[in-house]
C-alpha cells in the first residue's frame, strides 16, 4: 500500500511539473512535457508511473488559477473576442472553435485554434489568398478512430496580435470530430453561437468577480 500511495503521489507531482512547463515553456504537446517532467525530477522515463493527460490538464487549471488568474482572464477573453472575429471572416466554411481557447486553458503561447470544412479544399487556399493573408501550411495526424489516423492540412497565421491554426476538413467531416489528445473523446467544437455565449459568461463573471 504504501508503494502505491507513493507512486500517485509521484504521478501528481510529474503532473503539476508538466503543467508548469506547459504554461510557462509553451510546451503543446503531453508526451514531450512528461518526458521533460521525468527528467527533472531525475527519472527514468521508462520505469516512471506517467501522469494521464486529463491530471495534467487539471493541474495546468490549477497553476493558472493560482498564478496567473488576472492575467488569465484577460487573455482568454481577448483571444475568444479574435477567434470570433476569424470566425465571422470564415462564415462560408462552418468554423468550429477548439483546444485550449475553447477550453479555457489558453496561456500566452496558444494558438487559436479552429476547424474548418470546404468539399474543395482548394477554395481555402483561394479564399486566404484572396484577402492577402500570408500562411504556412503543414501537414498533422490525428486520431479519428480508437486505432484510426488521419493527416489534415494545416494552415498557420499571425492576424493581428494572435496566431491561428486552421485544421481543414472535408465537408462531412463537421458531423464527427476527431478524438481529443486529452481524454481519447470525440473533440469538443463550438460554433460561433457556442463562443459568444462563453463571451457572455465571461462578462457577466468579470462583472460579479469570478474572473
Given at each position: 500500500m504504501p508503494s502505491v500511495r507513493k507512486n500517485e503521489a509521484q504521478r501528481l507531482h510529474m503532473a503539476q511539473i508538466a503543467a508548469r512547463l506547459m504554461q510557462e515553456q509553451g510546451i503543446r504537446d503531453f508526451q514531450t512535457a512528461k518526458r521533460k517532467a521525468a527528467q527533472q525530477l531525475g527519472l527514468d522515463v521508462r520505469d516512471s508511473i506517467l501522469p494521464r493527460n486529463q491530471e495534467i490538464e487539471a493541474a495546468l487549471a490549477e497553476h493558472q488559477r493560482l498564478f496567473d488568474r488576472d492575467h488569465h482572464s484577460e487573455r482568454l477573453r481577448a483571444m475568444r473576442e479574435a477567434a470570433?472575429?476569424?470566425?465571422?471572416?470564415?462564415?462560408?466554411?462552418?468554423p468550429r472553435l477548439v483546444g485550449s481557447v475553447l477550453s479555457g486553458l489558453a496561456n500566452a503561447y496558444s494558438f487559436i485554434q479552429l476547424h474548418v470544412f470546404a468539399d474543395a479544399p482548394e477554395t481555402f487556399d483561394l479564399f486566404l489568398q484572396s484577402h492577402g493573408l500570408a500562411y504556412e501550411i503543414i501537414e498533422r495526424r490525428l486520431r479519428v478512430a480508437r486505432d484510426q489516423y488521419a493527416f489534415y492540412p494545416v494552415f498557420q497565421l499571425t492576424v493581428g496580435a494572435f496566431?491561428?491554426?486552421?485544421?481543414?476538413?472535408?465537408?462531412?467531416?463537421?458531423?464527427?470530430?476527431?478524438l481529443s489528445p486529452v481524454d481519447g473523446a470525440p473533440m469538443r467544437r463550438a460554433n460561433r453561437a457556442k463562443v459568444e455565449r462563453l463571451l457572455d459568461d465571461d462578462a457577466l463573471g468579470a462583472r460579479l468577480g469570478l474572473g
Open positions: 470570433l472575429d476569424a470566425m465571422a471572416m470564415l462564415e462560408d466554411f462552418q496566431d491561428y491554426e486552421i485544421t481543414l476538413f472535408k465537408g462531412n467531416d463537421i458531423r464527427q470530430s476527431p
